[in-house]
């Protein structure tokens, strides 16, 4: 087949569960790729001599080596050419923005559709996991040298995977009950099956990764402890301190961060209460404020927890909507309505304290602000009621001040983030690195993935002698 016959082929839809149904269920939204038709989709790749797909990945997966494999039926090489840059790859497979990364840079996308690169790495990855193909690969002599990772989300997991395959001793500390940091406690069932997270935190195990749970860096243990027994620290704690508006009424009982609905019932399992006993409130009438994939998870928990009707209020329009199109076309299909160029003013409560109106007023876009995005301006007069009985405030997340305030001398930028090298992730303090939420605020899997092994590089290359200190200022 040569390349114009290649570029013949249609872009593989992805089977998946009917939106009647799923509204109904947590299950899994998309069924995957059967061998037919990831074997078709990756027959679309034209292998490009100077491929953007692996420029616009952050971990550099070798995208045209492992979808040649696909194409020859050598499903378990793929999904180990993948893990040579990737660790999780079942996980990015299912939640990476690959619209905006690797399938941005596929030639295919400028006069057509891009290959399906996601989804053939999520193939791949469930192949070898489903067919019981998982393999260790040959870890290096122990260096004597040890890590401690804080927080075991995907900047932590990648860092501490990277690591130890350099012969590395690494102990990631997570704070919850479970390991996988956002991947567990954010992300719903039915666009990441928690099995599959387990699956891909067993593996970074096996491969000698120590995880030590409950354990609150900041309060039970100090970043300067960590210190005194291991060579270097890896902060990757992520971005878990919810915003809200501050406006009149948000204290209103009924009235959620998405941190703390998305944590009861993804880490909690509200959903599937008396069985598990942290239940979540759960409305006729809810409303999510925010338009990012948070609050497209947040507005399809609530359908499934069984709400009857679910509106989206965004202050922007469609164009400037944070969340993945993927996600946005799914709500959109299980019915929950998006009411854009809107935001809440105020909420109004019962006799009782609980939240039963949110007033909101109509918005227009004006010049474009920091972010780049045109500023939404009031519309003066245009106030209106929408009644509701539970809100979910989704308009993101700052970090967690508990390590910062803590660890002497480590510097922070203006809103509390720690301050640390692009390139290394090398902060204020000798020896103590950071990646991922914590460093940039709320971003993507894949981003803080991409942190997580650029710092590996660099803590290694620390520990190795090979750089310096690895001080920048204020060492305590």
């Known amino acids: 087949m040569d390349n114009k016959e290649?570029?013949?082929?249609?872009?593989?839809k992805m089977p998946e569960q009917d939106p009647k149904e799923r509204g109904k269920n947590f299950d899994e939204v998309p069924y995957g790729y059967d061998i037919d038709l990831a074997l078709t989709e990756?027959?679309?790749?034209?292998?490009?001599?100077k491929p953007g797909c692996v420029a616009g990945c952050p971990v550099e997966i070798d995208i045209p080596g492992f979808i040649k494999l696909i194409t020859e039926g050598e499903f378990v090489a793929a999904a180990r050419k993948i893990k040579e840059d990737n660790a999780l790859p079942a996980v990015c497979g299912r939640v990476c923005p690959q619209e905006d990364q690797c399938e941005a840079g596929c030639v295919l996308g400028?006069?057509?559709?891009?290959?399906a690169i996601g989804r053939l790495e999520r193939f791949a990855a469930d192949y070898e996991r489903t067919h019981g193909k998982v393999a260790l690969p040959e870890i290096p002599p122990a260096t004597g040298k040890r890590v401690a990772v804080v927080g075991s989300g995907p900047a932590g997991l990648t860092v501490a995977g990277e690591l130890r395959l350099l012969g590395h001793d690494v102990t990631i500390y997570e704070a919850l009950h479970k390991p996988g940091g956002v991947l567990v406690y954010g992300v719903p069932e039915f666009r990441l099956p928690k099995d599959i997270v387990q699956a891909e935190v067993d593996y970074i195990q096996e491969l000698g990764v120590k995880i030590e749970m409950d354990t609150v860096v900041g309060k039970l243990v100090s970043v300067d402890n960590l210190l005194e027994v291991y060579d270097a620290v890896f902060i990757g704690s992520g971005a878990g301190l919810p915003m809200f508006m501050d406006i009149e009424g948000e204290n209103l009982n009924g009235i959620?961060?998405?941190?703390?609905?998305?944590?009861?019932?993804?880490?909690?399992?509200?959903?599937?209460?008396?069985?598990?006993?942290?239940?979540?409130?759960?409305?006729?009438r809810v409303a999510v404020v925010g338009g990012g994939n948070v609050a497209m998870d947040s507005a399809r928990t609530a359908l499934r927890l069984g709400a009857e009707k679910v509106f989206v209020i965004y202050r922007r329009s469609r164009a400037e909507m944070p969340a993945r199109k993927e996600e946005i076309h799914h709500a959109e299909e299980e019915g929950i309505e998006i009411d854009l160029l809107t935001n809440p003013i105020r909420y109004i409560g019962d006799e009782n304290g609980w939240v039963k109106k949110v007033e909101c007023i109509q918005m227009e876009l004006g010049e474009p602000d920091d972010s780049g995005r045109r500023r939404p301006v009031p519309i003066e007069g245009?106030?209106?009621q929408i009644e509701v009985d539970i809100v979910v405030v989704a308009i993101g997340n700052g970090p967690n001040p508990l390590i910062p305030d803590t660890t002497p001398n480590l510097k922070t930028k203006r809103w509390g983030n720690i301050e640390a090298d692009e390139e290394t992730g090398q902060t204020s303090r000798g020896g103590v690195f950071a990646g991922g939420d914590i460093v940039t605020g709320s971003a993507t899997v894949i981003l803080a993935m991409g942190a997580g092994k650029k710092a590996a590089r660099a803590i290694n290359a620390y520990l190795m002698g090979e750089s310096d200190s690895g001080e920048t200022d204020g060492k305590s």
């Open 6 to 12: 290649r570029m013949k082929i249609p872009r593989q």
């Open 42 to 49: 990756a027959a679309r790749c034209i292998q490009c001599k």
């Open 382 to 384: 245009s106030e209106f």
């Open 256 to 284: 959620y961060s998405a941190n703390e609905y998305l944590t009861r019932s993804n880490l909690m399992k509200a959903y599937r209460f008396p069985e598990y006993d942290t239940p979540v409130a759960v409305g006729k």
């Open 110 to 115: 400028k006069k057509g559709e891009p290959v």
